[in-house]
């Protein structure tokens, strides 16, 4: 199959490491900085890999990104938030599903997608450093919400630990474009090929139900309803 | 935050670890294996993790489930399947974002999700097994291509490692709902608060440019365009 990078080549190339110089079909790799940014950009939900007691666990979770760091969160009681913040290896991945692909034949069915693999080891941040992880979480998340809603309190503070991952060592995969059938199967015409896309939109904004009748939904809600964001 | 399974309890409960058994928030955890089952159906893209030389690496793949046996595959000559195949310990996370949960207060905004997490080992298959699996993967991501496309030829075969990773370790979690504000802040009126929901739905089919024109969409295609699936 063939692929292309999601963005043109542009930016700072990512430092490559055994781990992160991708193995397989590196036609696909398009280990530029700015597609980082683009993949994470993208979306608000990773999934962060850690090792503990030598097997790895896998949860999902929220981040932000701003320029090279990615900031995590979570409850200070967490503790897989406590087992990825020892300054121990940890994965993050973000993984967008944009298309599938139908090919005559089973081999050749795929998927488009964009996705981007961080490896590093997250340092736990405290006062000043913390409250600005949480604001930029915060502001890629849920733009808006910071300047909207009511801030954290020190002991809410307190409670939640914020992390923050540097972009140094990522890589960027994806794949667009159409099916890549053999000669043989396009020539004996038996099948369907083509893309199904898979879109991502927001709904319409539903207000809580102990909320006084007649609040507008605030502008910084209602304008995220365009397609992606 | 309260939160609720996603599925009444039903059937049978998973073989419950320290790994599995969620520490935080034991009232978010629906360890059922009906609910398991639900959130794996509703996808077809997880997040495999797998430990390379003490760190973790997490990236995302198809699979496909049959009862209590997740289905993984990719080229034999990938690192990273080999890396997952070797009876090594792995975790398998599917995640669905629903939405997005304004709070009048930033410590309380929060998503809905519905997670499911699977322990376990993966075992490398051969042969007839491993043709089954390719199927089920196949029915599981794309319905009904197994039997419109042409089958896989022995030598495709032979290019593709199918892995089975059984659903012996697992755990759910999910969030649904509203926001769950303080008392104060609600009273102090200060802020929106709400549910952005976030949906994804198959866009309509693009056929390939090198189909012979007037070959219609066939209706394993379009029947996908129901909302989820």
Request: charged fraction near 20%; include cysteine.
């Amino acid at each position: 199959m063939t692929t292309s990078p999601i963005l043109p080549p542009s930016g700072l190339p990512l430092s490559p490491t055994p781990r992160s110089t991708l193995r397989r079909m590196p036609e696909r790799a398009a280990a530029e900085r700015e597609a980082l940014y683009a993949v994470l950009d993208a979306g608000f939900v990773g999934h962060l890999g850690f090792v503990v007691d030598g097997a790895p666990v896998v949860l999902p979770t929220l981040y932000g990104r701003e320029g090279d760091a990615v900031y995590l969160h979570g409850s200070t009681g967490s503790a897989s938030l406590r087992a990825a913040s020892e300054g121990v290896p940890v994965c993050l991945t973000v993984t967008h599903v944009d298309a599938l692909i139908y090919a005559r034949s089973a081999f050749h069915h795929s998927m488009n997608y964009r996705s981007a693999v961080v490896h590093g080891a997250a340092r736990r941040l405290v006062g000043e450093e913390a409250l600005h992880g949480l604001r930029v979480l915060m502001d890629h998340v849920a733009p808006g919400s910071w300047d909207h809603a009511r801030r954290p309190t020190p002991k809410e503070q307190a409670a939640t630990a914020v992390l923050l991952l540097p972009l140094a060592e990522a890589s960027v995969k994806s794949r667009t474009g159409g099916p890549h059938d053999d000669d043989e199967d396009v020539l004996a015409d038996a099948a369907w090929a083509g893309v199904l896309p898979l879109e991502q939109r927001w709904g319409a904004p539903l207000p809580s139900a102990d909320l006084p009748g007649g609040r507008p939904v605030p502008g910084h809600v209602t304008d995220r309803r365009a397609p992606g964001r």
